[in-house]
């Protein structure tokens, strides 16, 4: 699973990544230093064989892609790291329904997250993580070979899986949380890799509209994905990527 960084065979600079998740959601810890402290982790384990979506009870909220968003924060590392980037992948392309009944921690979800859809390295993105980790000057050319890698079949070949699908599986109270914060168990299906995992959402309920968000970090591992490494170790992916996420949905 690699993406080409800079879309060139002189410059060995690949990374793989997931997505995350949450979709991604799919922000993610593994930060280079400097970075800020890393959000809550996301938890996985490997499905289990009888596993089975959350029922779909209470009122159910349609997800509005243009008003939501996923961004997943993709981090260089080892020896050779300068021949690389960092990268912001992003999209608003996420739909599919949260469903609200009276008890919150009965709600469920079903989203969706179009692969062909996601976007590298958007200059207004890396502009507003206000780091030098993310410079807004990211070639054209690097743009474009790490995307045309993270679709092709090295990734997440988009041609045959062209979406990302998470449903509940359940909710529970977060630990020590404010008012509207849960963990969400979600099983997540990343090119035909499906898995367990635990994602910290804030919810909150606004007259017919319902807003989630999170952040959490998630290793691409946990979904199934193997990261990049190459020389050694010289060249590689951190396994830890950084999700962010916000989903808004309407009756």
Not at 59 to 87: M, Q
Not at 90 to 117: K, M
Not at 215 to 243: I, K, W, Y
């Amino acid at each position: 699973m690699r993406w080409d960084i800079d879309g060139s065979r002189r410059r060995v600079c690949r990374f793989a990544a997931h997505a995350p998740t949450f979709l991604s959601g799919i922000a993610l810890t593994g930060a280079l230093a400097g970075c800020a402290s890393p959000p809550p982790a996301a938890t996985s384990h490997a499905l289990r064989a009888q596993a089975a979506p959350a029922p779909h009870i209470g009122r159910p909220f349609e997800v509005v892609a243009d008003e939501s968003s996923l961004l997943v924060l993709v981090y260089r590392a080892g020896a050779l790291a300068a021949l690389g980037h960092n990268h912001v992948i992003s999209c608003r392309c996420i739909t599919g329904t949260l469903y609200l009944p009276d008890d919150p921690l009965q709600g469920s979800f079903d989203l969706r997250i179009a692969v062909d859809q996601l976007t590298v390295d958007d200059p207004t993105l890396r502009l507003a993580e206000h780091s030098a980790n993310f410079p807004a000057d990211v070639p054209q050319s690097a743009r474009q070979g790490t995307r045309h890698n993270m679709l092709g079949t090295a990734l997440l070949y988009a041609a045959r899986y062209p979406q990302i699908v998470l449903r509940a599986e359940g909710l529970r109270p977060a630990p020590k949380g404010q008012p509207g914060d849960l963990i969400a168990e979600a099983r997540i299906d990343v090119r035909g890799h499906a898995r367990s995992i635990a994602v910290p959402v804030h919810y909150e309920l606004r007259s017919d509209r319902l807003v989630a968000t999170g952040r959490f970090s998630l290793r691409q591992s946990a979904v199934g994905l193997t990261p990049f490494s190459a020389m050694g170790g010289a060249l590689r992916v951190r396994d830890v990527m950084r999700v962010r996420f916000q989903l808004v949905a309407k009756r």
